[in-house]
């Protein structure tokens, strides 16, 4: 059974910095494309960022240029670092996977099999 666990979440100030992973268990980890995604009280979850098997990545138009998804996979983790945070960031951010043949890159909530249980990033104007 692949378990995700994630990590990092915090208060922080806009502006500030900080590094969510996400670390995989019960799994072959190279052979799943990787996300993030983020759900704000009173509103749906949506994705924030996807990488591919080969470590192709795409990123929401909100947080292009700010967050940063990337993969060790001899440590079978993923993480996002988030720079520049904003208030309007705040969420709580969950990891997701989805075994996959081919390398494509991941950006829908119904693309992804398996969950975390997420991390609350709080982010202070």
């Known amino acids: 059974q692949v378990q995700l666990v994630e990590s990092g979440g915090g208060l922080v100030q806009a502006g500030g910095s900080l590094r969510l992973s996400c670390a995989a268990s019960g799994c072959t980890f190279s052979n799943y494309a990787m996300g993030w995604f983020r759900q704000a009280p009173g509103k749906e979850r949506e994705f924030v960022a996807g990488i591919s098997r080969s470590g192709r990545t795409n990123y929401a138009d909100s947080v292009k240029g700010r967050f940063t998804i990337s993969r060790d996979n001899a440590k079978n983790t993923v993480y996002l670092q988030m720079n520049s945070l904003k208030p309007e960031d705040t969420a709580d951010y969950y990891c997701?996977?989805?075994?996959?043949?081919?390398?494509?890159?991941?950006?829908?909530?119904?693309?992804?099999?398996?969950w975390g249980t997420g991390t609350l990033v709080t982010v202070s104007s």
């Open positions: 997701a996977a989805d075994f996959t043949y081919n390398t494509y890159v991941p950006t829908r909530v119904t693309d992804m099999a398996y």
